[in-house]
Structures are given as C-alpha cells and as structure tokens.
C-alpha cells in the first residue's frame, strides 16, 4: 500500500464525485418533490453537494419496489449461497474503492482520514463479507416430536426491513445492518442521517455493480422528521433497524405501535462508566485506554467512556497521564493522516458539546482541560479535548449523552461504590473495569448492567461478539450471528407422518 500524504488526499478531494440522487429500484432519482438538502464538510463548513431530500411520497414507491422484489425472490428465495457470493462481491468491490469510500466518510463527516480508511472501509466490508460467509453455514432445526410427526424450525427472512442510521459511523452503522439483513435474503431500505448521506449513495451503487438484483437495497436520503417517520409508520415495512438516540428511538416504538407492530431493535444511546481501580495493572495502558475511548472520532461514539470512575487513591497520577496524552488529540485537518481528530459533525452538535462544557462549569465542576472550539478560521466546528475533573454523578455532564470529546471524571472510594454509581444511570450499552483481580472483574462484570463489560481494555471486540444495550441503551442485537436472528422468523412446519382419522386431541 502507498503511503497517502495530506495533499494526495486533499488532491483526490477535488475530483471526488458526489452522488447526490436516491437509489431506488436499482436507478439514480430525485425527490418526487424536487426538494435537497446540502451535504456540509463539517471541517469547513462548506456544502458539498445538495442531495434529494426524500419525503413519504418516496418512500411510498421505496417500499413498493422493496416488496416486489421480496416477492419476486430473485433474492429472497435464492439459496443462501447464492446471496452469499453477491454479498462477498460487494465487500471486495467495497475495498477496490477504499480511499474513495473512506474520503466521502471525511468529507462529510469530518472523522480523521486515517480512521476512516483503516477502521471505518474495512470493518464496515468485513461485516458485510463476515454475514455472507455465516448464511450460508446456518442450519434449522428438527424438533423432538413423536415418531408420527416431523416438525421443521426454519428461518426465514422479514421481508421489508427499513434501516435508519446516524451520522457518527455512516458505512459501519448502515453495514451492520445491511449484512445480516441482506444475508438473511430481506430487501432493505437505508435512510442515512441527513449529515452523512453520501457513502451509502455510492455503497448502493457498488451493491448493484456486485450483481445485488433492482429493488433489493434502496437507499433514501431525507430528514428524520419525514423520510424516517414515514419509514417508522409505513404499513408494509415488516422491521426497523435504528441507531441513534434513546429519543428518537422511543419515537420508533410509537410509530411501530401506530402502524403495523413492525418489530423495532434499537441501539441508542450511552453513558459508559470506565472503572479504574486502584489495584489497576498497568496505568500507562488504562490511561490510554480512557483517553482513545473518549477522544476517538471526537467522543461521537455511542459507547464512548464519557465517564471516568477512579478509585481515590490512583484519581490524580491517572489523571496527569489522561491529560498528558489528551494532548495527542489536538483536532487537524481531517484529511491529514497525522490527524487523531477531526470536526464535529455539524455546527448544531458543536453547539450542543459548547454548551455541556458550560453547564460543566456552571454546576461546579472543575475544567482541567480544554473547553473551547478551536480552529474557527477554517470555518469547520472544532472542539478541544475536554475534561472536567470533580464531577458528581448528578450532574448533567454525568448523566447525558454529550457525544462530543468531553471526559466527566468521578472520584470513587471502593469497587463497591464504583460498580453502584457505573449503574446509576438510565443508559446501558457498555462498561469497563480495570483491576488486577480476576474476582473483582468477574463480580463486578456480573453486576454492570450493560450489553458489553470490557475487563483491562476498552471498546475490543470483533464482528463475532454481540453489541447492543441494556436499560434505554435499547434492545436487539448488531454483530455476530445474533444480529441475523433479528432480521428474520421462526417458522414451524408440522408435518404428520401417516395421517389416519384423528382420535381425541391430545394437546401436549
Ligand atoms: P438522532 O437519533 O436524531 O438521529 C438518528 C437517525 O434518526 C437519523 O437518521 C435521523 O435522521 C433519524 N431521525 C431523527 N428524528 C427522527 C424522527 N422524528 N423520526 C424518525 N427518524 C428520525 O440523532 P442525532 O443525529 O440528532 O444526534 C443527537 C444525539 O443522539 C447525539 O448527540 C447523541 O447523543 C445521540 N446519538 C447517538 C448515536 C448512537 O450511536 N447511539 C448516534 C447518533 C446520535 P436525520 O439525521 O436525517 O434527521
């Protein structure tokens, strides 16, 4: 591989195609209503493209191109290792175009260009090449019945699956969802978020080069308030996928209950408590650790470490080195590999991170680090790594999702009240303890109500372990095989072997 320097980049940059028409029925459209929005890079604040700004009317003949290919089945009842080897197609396809997905990923997101070429692109065709490789693999079952019945437990795909994804991971979040639904032979409709439409433009394309047959995936820009509540209420969409936050999920399950009692899995927001304790076996390592795991892709990460829980003894050492490192974060240029981290998403969620730190401040926390936005004259939204030092776990920057580099740092006296304030809060996606005792992780792992407990790491984890939350940090599962259970049925087939006159009924 070539080493890529910040100007080859920003050179490529400038002959990037952006698409900016939704993809239905295998055909590049407008909005029936004509209406766009604008694509801003959020690292100048610049508009980089006006995309269709889809409404209900679009996802009207959205859902009706996904049901007619559904029924047709030129996916849905092809074998397993016939969508298999599409899908593998599709994740090659997806790496031959690696530094073009990777640069809209940047561009329109403002993640660090290193980050999105090297985790975001091959993660997100790992997923997709992982859920095709598995389908095909998957058995039913036969249930143990008497001798004169046989009953087949089979599989078998929703139908219509709407995905509504947000904008801090947009390849990853709508591959976690793409892979085992398409695996599983659904058609899927992918509404991104209206700040990062323009990887899952192009991923459509790639999907139908990859030989995915017309209908299969149609991706459908648009905001929330209409796309996305139209997808949530529409009448024939069989489930929805969603991430984002716990409020908009909550709208999802409304919506369900209005319509059609689509199923809905969920996976919002978090709060996740990083536990140092003072028995910790490495502090370099856990200082890093607390530092990546709120300053990586600028703390826009569902189950970033926002709130460090120190034992007493080791708060102010572990503190010097979370700082010292912090450094290291300073936001650049998304586009230069140097870069650690890059632009928040959009002037309105700088917005919102600006005025966390101020209510910080005001509720009496001590600011030890950062606070400000920094790099104004590029005209992108810039914030410094941020912590706050001092912080009880009633106020605001302790208990809501900030989703921006900011670290709540909480001073604890034991394991004890350690493990009691990390569960003290409505959130439950991930946690994680550091402690040379082995009893101590697994006591306390059995007592973390979250959906991931990392033990002396965080956020590790592969394709093949489940990750979804617990409490408000919503339900269903992304990842690993669990994820393909989400996206389809059980069916029963009863089948009596010999059929005479029925006697009694006997019900067991
Ligand atoms: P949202 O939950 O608002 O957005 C996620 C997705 O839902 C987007 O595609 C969005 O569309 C859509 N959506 C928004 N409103 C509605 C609605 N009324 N009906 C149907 N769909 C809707 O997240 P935001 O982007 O606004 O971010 C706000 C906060 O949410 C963040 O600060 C963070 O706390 C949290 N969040 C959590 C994430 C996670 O992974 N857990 C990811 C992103 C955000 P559109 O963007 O086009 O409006």
Redesign the pocket.
Known sequence: MTIRTASDWRSDATRLRFRRQAFIDGKTVDALSGLTFPAINPASGSTLVSVAACDQADVDVAVKSSRTAFERGAWSAISPSARKRVLLRLAELMMTHADELALLESLNMGKPITDSRNIDVPVSANCIAWNAEAIDKLYGEIAPTGSDALALVTREPLGVVAA?????FPLLMACWKLGPALAAGNSVIL?????SPLSALRLAELAMEAGLPEGVLNVLP????TA??AL?LHMDVDALAF???T??GK?FMGYSGKSNMKRVSL????KTPHIILRDCPNLDAAAQAVASGIFFNQGEV?NAGSRLLVEEPIREALLEKVIAISAGYMPGDPLDPATTMGAIVSKP?MD?VLEYIDSGKNEGAALVRGGKRVRVESGGFFVEPTVFDGVRNNMRIARE?I?GPVLSVVSCASAEEAVRVANDTIYGLAAAIWTSNIDTALSASRRLRAGSVWVNCFDEGNITVPFGGFKQSGFGRDKSIHAIEKYSDLKTTWIKINPTPAAARVLT
Do not use: D, I
């Open positions: 509504v994804v947000p904008w801090n509404k991104p978020a209206e700040q648009g905001l929330g308030e996305g509540q949530g991430t984002g936050s409020e908009v709208l996976e919002c927001g978090g569902c969620q919102r999702e989703f």
